[in-house]
Each structure stands twice: as C-alpha cells, then as structure tokens.
C-alpha cells in the first residue's frame, strides 16, 4: 500500500465530520466532491441539486421567481440538513458561506475546503454559461471579481484551502486528501 492509498485508508476511518467544499462557482467542488467521496467510499451531496430536487425548478428558476435571498434559505436548510447526516463530502454553491447561519453551521459541524481559484481560470471553467444567475447581472469577468472580492474573507475561514488552477479534478481531489490528512492529524496541532 503506497502512502497515498495509506492517506485515503485512515481518513476513511478517521473521519468523524462531512467534508464541505467551498469557493466560488467554477472552482470544482462538485467534480471534486465526487471524486472524493468515490475515493473515501462517502455519500456525495450536491446541495444546488438537493435545492432544485425539493423545489422542482432549476437555480435559475428559483432566482427570477422567487430572488436570492430565497435561494440562500432554501440552500441554509439543504445544507444543515446533510451536516446531520455524519461524514459525507458536500459540494456548496459558491454563495453559500454569505449565510452566517449556514457559514457557522459549516464551521461547527463539518471540516470546511476552499477549492480557490482566479478570476481567469473561473471564466475559462464556466464560459458565459446561461445557467449560472448571479452571471447575468453584466460583465461575467467583473461579477466574478466582484463576487471573489466580497466572499474572499468568508472563504478564508475554511479549514483547508487548495489551489485549482492548473491541476485536474483527480489532482485535486488527491491534494485534499494530503491536505486533510495533514489537518486531522493530532500530531500536527
């Protein structure tokens, strides 16, 4: 068994919280999220998914019939109800953590990963996606400036943060399991 085969083993056993994958959209949380719950043998959530489930309507369809503010409610509720599930990998919309009830949910119940990513390397990932809200209020590249810049202290209170830029889902998924065994490891504090 190499030492990364070794890393997976004793998260698996070890883990005793969900894993909440963080950052803004187009950073690879729920690419990543499947990757890492497929490797740690873990339920995988989707909590964008879980809200249109319940809704019956897509992201999109949410915000223009009932706004942002509605959204962020119903995502709170998805996301404290799969904290109680015990360990599991969630992947959260980028806004998520704007929510301080959902933010300090995240925080009391769960291990917190910011998946960070650039403006640029944002834009080359989503493109000028139709199905992205917060995407059609102006210039793609300026709103998502504006969104890192207003989310990046919040971000900044995760436990782990990963950089995304340049590496593939699988590298990436690997770099969190190191990062969170290095986290979790009473040797380390």
């Known amino acids: 068994m190499d030492k990364y085969e070794h ?9 005793q919280k969900p894993l909440v994958l963080v950052g803004m959209m187009g950073s690879g949380k729920s690419h990543v999220g499947r990757l890492l719950a497929g490797r740690l043998e873990l339920d995988f959530y989707d909590t964008d998914s879980l809200v249109e489930e319940r809704a019956g309507r897509s992201t999109s369809e949410i915000f223009e019939a009932f706004g942002e503010a509605k959204f962020r409610e119903a995502e709170r509720n998805a996301v404290l109800d799969i904290l109680e599930r015990g360990p599991c990998v969630i992947a959260t919309g980028g806004g998520a953590v704007t929510n301080p009830d959902t933010l300090a949910a995240i925080k009391d119940k769960g291990v917190s990963i910011w998946l960070k990513a650039s403006v640029s390397t944002l834009l080359e990932r ?16 300026a709103v998502l400036e504006r969104l890192l810049e207003a989310r990046r202290p919040l971000y900044e209170q995760a436990d782990v943060m990963l950089e995304t830029a340049g590496e593939s889902a699988d590298h990436v998924a690997e770099n969190v399991i190191k990062a969170l065994c290095a986290y979790l490891d009473p040797r380390t504090k």
């Open 126 to 141: 989503i493109g000028r996606c139709g199905n992205r809200p917060l995407l059609q209020q102006g210039d793609p590249g």
């Open 7 to 15: 890393d997976e083993k004793a998260l698996r056993l070890g883990l």
